[in-house]
C-alpha cells in the first residue's frame, strides 16, 4: 500500500486510494474539468505502467488517476498524465430573478426545487507499490501534484451564431420598405446599415470577471486606446456634445486613462464604484482621482470619499459606465490574469485601474448627462419609462468614424 493523507481522518492512511475531491458546476453553461497528475521525488524508484511488478528490480510504483466513471490513467514515464470531461449546465428554471429587500433591487439567484440536481464529477488518486527489499535501503518521499482547470464551454470566433443573428437584425429594408418611411428615417436606416458591419466580436470562453472580460477586446484594439461602453447602460447627454464626445474630448486634453462620472447620493454609494480626488479645473469637471472604493459603506464614503465643491460642500461620485483605456490598462489586466489575481473569484477592471491610477495617474470627467441602467428589471422598465420621454437625436447629429474602433 501507499501512504495516503486522509483529510476527513485529518491522519496519514495505508491505502491504495486517496481522498475523492468533487467539482459541481451550479453555472448556467456546460463546463470542461481538466485534471492533471504529476509526480516528483521518485529518486532511483521506478514508475511503472500497471501494477505488475514482476519484471522490475527494485523500487517500483504505480499511480494513476481515477474517477467515479470508471476511468483509471496511469501517470506516463515522464511523470505526469490528464483528463478531461464535460459537465453539463444547470437544469432550466435553477435560478431566477428575486427581489432583495436589503438593496430594493432585483437579483439573478438559485431556487431550490424538487428534481433539480447539480451535476458532479469526482476524482482522486489510485496507487501500488511493490514489495522489494531496496525499499529499506533508499530514502524516497515521491510527491504527487494534482491541479484542476474548469472552463466554461462556450462558442469560439469559429461560431457564427451571434454574428448571424446580428446581421438578421440589421439586414437592409426593402426598397418597399423604404419608400413608406419618411426621408429622415430612411436616412438613419441607410446609416444602420453602415454601421453593421462595423462591429466585430470577442468572446469570453471563461466567466472570470469583468477585466477579463474587457482584456479579451486587447487585440482589436491594435495598441490604440479604446471607448469602453457597458452593454447594459443607455446614455443621454443633457448637451449638444454627446456622452462619447465629452469623455473622449477630455481624454484628447489630459493624455491620461479616463473615467467617466454621475454625481450619486450617499444613501446610494453602496450601489456603485465610488471615486474620490481633487478638481483639476475651474468648471468642477476633470477630477485627479486618489482614491477608488467599489461599493463602499455609508459610513465609509462619507467620512474618506466625499469631493467638495466651492462652497466647501460634499458631494459623491460613481463611474458613469463610460470609460478611455489607453495600453497600459490591458497591460495591467495581462498582469492579473497572468498572476491569477482575482478578487471575489473574478479578474476587476477596478483593479486594474487602481494600479494604473497609482502608477501614472487616473482622471474622471464629470459627464453632463444621464446613464440608464437596462441589466435588470426594474431598472430596465424605469429606462423605457424615463429614457422614452427625451427627443431622440436626429441622424445628422451621428459623427462618421475614423477607424472601425
Request: proline share 4%; aromatic share 10%; hydrophobic share 35%.
Amino acid at each position: 500500500h501507499l501512504l495516503f493523507w486522509n483529510h476527513e481522518e485529518r491522519q496519514y492512511d495505508f491505502s491504495r486510494n486517496s481522498d475523492q475531491l468533487t467539482v459541481i458546476n451550479e453555472s448556467t453553461v456546460p463546463v470542461k474539468v481538466r485534471i492533471t497528475a504529476r509526480v516528483s521525488g521518485m529518486g532511483d524508484a521506478v514508475l511503472s505502467q500497471n501494477e505488475d511488478f514482476s519484471e522490475i528490480n527494485g523500487c517500483a510504483v504505480y499511480l494513476a488517476l481515477t474517477d467515479d466513471e470508471g476511468n483509471e490513467l496511469p501517470l506516463t514515464e515522464d511523470g505526469e498524465v490528464s483528463m478531461e470531461v464535460e459537465m453539463q449546465k444547470v437544469p432550466d428554471g435553477a435560478y431566477t430573478w428575486l427581489y432583495n429587500d436589503r438593496t430594493d433591487q432585483y437579483e439573478y439567484g438559485y431556487v431550490a426545487k424538487e428534481g433539480i440536481e447539480f451535476d458532479k464529477y469526482s476524482f482522486g488518486l489510485h496507487g501500488e507499490c511493490n514489495t522489494s527489499d531496496a525499499w529499506g535501503k533508499v530514502a524516497v518521499a515521491p510527491k504527487v501534484t494534482v491541479t484542476w482547470n474548469v472552463e466554461s464551454v462556450m462558442p469560439g470566433e469559429e461560431n457564427t451564431q451571434d454574428r448571424e443573428t446580428y446581421d438578421t437584425l440589421f439586414a437592409d429594408l426593402s426598397e418597399q420598405m423604404l419608400e413608406r418611411l419618411p426621408l429622415d428615417k430612411r436616412r438613419y436606416a441607410e446609416r444602420v446599415s453602415l454601421w453593421r458591419d462595423r462591429v466585430h466580436f470577442a468572446y469570453q470562453n471563461a466567466p472570470l470577471g469583468f477585466g477579463h472580460a474587457v482584456y479579451q477586446a486587447r487585440e482589436f484594439t491594435q495598441g490604440e486606446p479604446v471607448l469602453l461602453l457597458l452593454g447594459d447602460m443607455i446614455y443621454q447627454s443633457a448637451r449638444e456634445t454627446n456622452c462619447c464626445r465629452q469623455i473622449m474630448d477630455a481624454y484628447m486634453e489630459c493624455g491620461q486613462t479616463m473615467v467617466g462620472l454621475q454625481e450619486v447620493p450617499l444613501s446610494n454609494v453602496v450601489h456603485y464604484g465610488i471615486l474620490a480626488g481633487q478638481w483639476v479645473d475651474e468648471e468642477q469637471a476633470l477630477l485627479q482621482v486618489s482614491e477608488m472604493s467599489e461599493k463602499p459603506t455609508t459610513a465609509y464614503a462619507q467620512e474618506q470619499l466625499g469631493v467638495s465643491d466651492a462652497n466647501g460642500e460634499m458631494h459623491f461620485f460613481a463611474t458613469f459606465g463610460q470609460y478611455i483605456l489607453p495600453p497600459v490598462v490591458f497591460e495591467e489586466l495581462e498582469h492579473l490574469i497572468r498572476e491569477d489575481r482575482q478578487d471575489g473569484g473574478e479578474i476587476q477592471l477596478t483593479a486594474a485601474l487602481e494600479s494604473v491610477r497609482a502608477r501614472d495617474g487616473l482622471v474622471g470627467i464629470l459627464i453632463q448627462g444621464t446613464s440608464y441602467d437596462i441589466g435588470q428589471p426594474d431598472t430596465y422598465r424605469r429606462t423605457v419609462a424615463e429614457y422614452g420621454l427625451c427627443a431622440v437625436p436626429s441622424v445628422e447629429t451621428y459623427d462618421e468614424p475614423e477607424r472601425n474602433h
